[in-house]
């Protein structure tokens, strides 16, 4: 690649910057974007991480929230033991304000072979403690618990 004005060598796009493009394709990721995760993790990871807390934040009323946590979900499982660790952290603080983000990090966090299953459940039978049943958020720990321990799940919901 060369500049067009000196028309000297230009180095490629750092590569967060490389990442930021990657997670920016409609439809999923770039093409490339596993090669670039195979070549520069740490960076592809850190980009990760920044979407989905910034994805956490999204309003409750925000009905478009097709970002990267949902490439995750539908094209990133070979993604998802780089931000397992992140989702659970945000999880164990609280809830995201939006519904359907708490939805993609659940479905991401029980599709990962690493994710602990003991603890998911733990944290559903806390939130299913303190939520009310006609909250917003009830019926997606409840389904996870039922996944987890339906036993639980039952006593909780009854």
């Known amino acids: 690649m060369s500049s067009c004005r000196t028309g000297r060598p230009t180095s490629p796009p750092p590569h967060p910057v490389a ?9 999923g990721f770039a093409s490339w974007f596993g090669d670039l995760t195979d070549k520069q993790p740490e960076a592809v990871q850190d980009v ?39 989702l659970l952290d945000l999880v164990r ?39 009310e049943p006609s909250g917003g958020t009830f019926l997606l720990w409840l389904t996870l618990m039922m996944q987890i321990d339906a036993e639980v799940g039952l006593t909780a919901y009854v």
């Open 19 to 27: 990442a930021r493009y990657g997670v920016n394709e409609l439809n």
């Open 93 to 131: 603080q609280g809830d995201p304000k939006n519904a359907m983000i708490l939805q993609q990090a659940l479905t991401i966090l029980v599709r990962d072979d690493q994710s602990d299953a003991r603890e998911l459940g733990l944290i559903a039978r806390d939130r299913l403690i303190t939520i």
């Open 48 to 86: 990760l991480r920044e979407c989905i807390r910034g994805e956490w934040k999204f309003a409750a009323d925000r009905e478009h929230v097709h970002g990267v946590l949902n490439d995750l979900v539908w094209h990133g499982q070979e993604l998802i033991k780089f931000i397992t660790p992140t």
